[in-house]
Every structure is written in C-alpha cells, then in structure tokens.
C-alpha cells in the first residue's frame, strides 16, 4: 500500500484515519462473512478450532491465554465445537478436572475447507507488523482508547463475536 499525503487541515486528517478505520473494519467484516458461508461456523470457532489442530491436547485456559479471551469465553466456544462435533473433550490422566481438546475427523475436514487466516485477518496482519510499527501503533491506539474511555469488558472478546 503507498502512503498519501497527510491531508492539510485537522478535518481532513481524521476523516482520511476515520476511512482507514472503515478499511480495517469492512475486511475483518469480509473475512468473518466468507467464514460463515464457506464453512457454517463463526470466525472465533474457527480460531478456536485451529488452536486445537495445531496442539492436540490443549486445555480450556491455554486456549484461552492463545485467544487472549476470558477462560468463560473459551468455555463457551468449546460448547459449541463440541455440540457440532467438531471437537472432543477427554480427562486429562494427570489430573482429571483438565480437560484436552483434540479435533474430531469433522473438526479436522471443516479447518482443511476453512478460509485463512484461522484467527482471523487482523491478528495475522498485526503478527506481520515489525515491532517498532507495533509499538507506535499501540501507542496511539492508547490514546483514541482515553478519549474514547470504552469499557474494559470489551477487550477481551473475539472480534468476531462484537
């Protein structure tokens, strides 16, 4: 992508960031769309159960921590793959109040089929930023997020599921 002037006046800056934000938004809209008509499953379960094929075994909280989402979120997501039978759940022989998920033949044939990126097109494309851009970005981001002044709760859901 090639970089344009910055426009002359403040107006016209934010409404030319206000259009970069629409970008982003509409492509991760896309990808999340594409998902759900290709292969009948949201873009967070789709994550979720790309996890799980790269780690057979993976415990509720590792996916979780992975997702960067609520333990309960995690949860819930495994409901629903288990539901489909996209997953299976068994007793970890340590300790048996862990639970590891490993895909189902049906779990495994659905992420074959599945458009990529598994987790979704904005944490592929933030994985590919170098540090320095990341870093600025999260600085600035840090500063629309004061003045905007969102709730918390919010962070932690998959994009997928606002």
Do not use: Y
Not at 36 to 51: C, S, T
Not at 55 to 65: C, T, Y
Not at 92 to 118: M, Y
Request: proline share 7%; hydrophobic share 40%.
């Amino acid at each position: 992508m090639t970089e344009t002037p910055l426009p002359s006046t403040h107006h016209q800056l934010a409404t030319q960031v206000l259009r970069q934000f629409r970008l982003v938004f509409g492509e991760v809209r896309q990808h999340f769309s594409e998902v759900e008509r290709q292969v009948g499953i949201g873009g967070a379960q789709l994550w979720a159960l790309g996890e799980i094929g790269r780690d057979p075994g993976l415990g509720i909280s590792d996916l979780a921590q992975r997702m960067d989402i609520h333990p309960s979120t995690a949860s819930n997501l495994v409901r629903q793959l288990l539901r489909k039978s996209l997953v299976v759940s068994d007793r970890s022989p340590e300790d048996r109040r862990n639970v590891l998920l490993r895909l189902t033949e049906a779990g495994a044939a659905l992420l074959r089929n599945a458009p990529g990126p598994h987790e979704g097109v904005l944490p592929a494309a933030l994985q590919q930023l170098p540090p320095d851009t990341l870093r600025q970005l999260h600085q600035h981001l840090g500063t629309l997020l004061q003045v905007l002044d969102p709730a918390s709760a919010g962070a932690r859901t998959p994009l997928a599921e606002l």
